[in-house]
């Protein structure tokens, strides 16, 4: 089950979404790319591109369809069931796409039980499930022999600048130095509490662990995109509307504590630019060992 909190942040954010999504639309044209290179010839089962025999896929987390699009522009002959735990964001999806291929529910993408699927791949969704490893294994348990897994991931180190200018904020704020800072009495809570959320992500290693125990067959690759913003107000309005994980960027922030802190972003950065870190994943199950 997707944490509640994440849910309510996404469903608020649903209509706004995709006007913000520039790091999740990056993500998801090099997921489809590295979709499209993973698939081995395979002219009985379907896995081929722009109108080959059709085949089933499964979109975990579809949100408001800008992966879904993609998906049934590229696979002709695939009908695409999408999935999300997000009922507005299902609603958006189901508005903006009318395509006979395409069909939608809304249901906790963790705990799909049946059906059988030729591809199962979802976009910038995966690092919010609450079990990686036990997740992995339902979407295999939902491939057929031959069939793939692939997904993109934020990483760790996304919005790493954030995180950096929220410390030297802490740091800095009503002290002479940064070392007095950091032994005052509650820096280590005020520290806490603006970390980002995006930094407790898991891991490269973490991700090959989960996939290692699962798949016999795996792969991933790193992409790294980098966005600009004329404020830090602005970034924290992507950030709530797409729900990527910058933490610490709650409305109740002070003006006081936003200055302070896009005064230390721009120090330290020269501007407000932040860095996505994404992981393209990838699990097969070979030809003849799926149900």
């Not at 499964?58 to 879904?68: F, M």
């Not at 294994?137 to 200018?165: C, D, I, K, V, W």
Request: charged residues 25%; proline residues 5%.
């Amino acid at each position: 089950m997707v944490d509640p909190a994440v849910l309510r942040r996404f469903s608020a954010g649903a209509a706004r979404y995709e006007a913000h999504a520039h790091a999740q639309r990056l993500s998801a044209v090099d997921l489809l790319a590295y979709t499209v290179a993973s698939m081995e010839p395979a002219p009985n089962r379907g896995l081929a591109p722009k109108g080959g025999p059709a085949f089933e896929i499964l979109e975990p987390g579809c949100g408001t369809g800008l992966y879904t699009r993609m998906l049934l522009e590229t696979f002709r002959g695939a009908s695409v069931f999408g999935v999300d735990v997000s009922e507005a964001m299902v609603r958006v999806a189901k508005r903006g796409i009318g395509d006979p291929r395409a069909r939608f529910s809304v249901a906790d993408a963790e705990e799909i039980a049946t059906g059988s699927y030729d591809l199962v791949t979802s976009n910038a969704v995966f690092q919010w499930f609450l079990s990686l490893r036990r997740t992995l294994a339902r979407m295999a348990s939902l491939l057929q022999g031959g069939g793939l897994l692939t997904f993109s991931f934020f990483g760790p180190e996304t919005y790493a600048e954030l995180g950096n200018a929220l410390r030297a904020a802490v740091d800095g704020h009503g002290r002479p130095g940064a070392a007095a800072g950091r032994d005052a009495p509650g820096h280590a809570a005020a520290a806490d509490r603006d970390r980002v959320a995006a930094a407790a992500f898991h891991s490269r290693e973490e991700i090959s662990d989960a996939l290692s125990a699962v798949f016999p067959r795996w792969d991933i690759v790193e992409r790294r995109y980098r966005q600009e913003f004329p404020t830090l107000a602005e970034l924290l309005r992507s950030i709530r509307y797409t729900g990527t994980g910058g933490g610490g960027t709650r409305e109740s922030w002070s003006p006081g504590k936003l200055a302070r802190v896009e005064e230390a972003y721009r120090e330290r950065e020269g501007g407000i630019v932040t860095t996505y870190q994404v992981f393209l994943c990838r699990g097969v199950i070979p030809g003849g060992e799926g149900r």
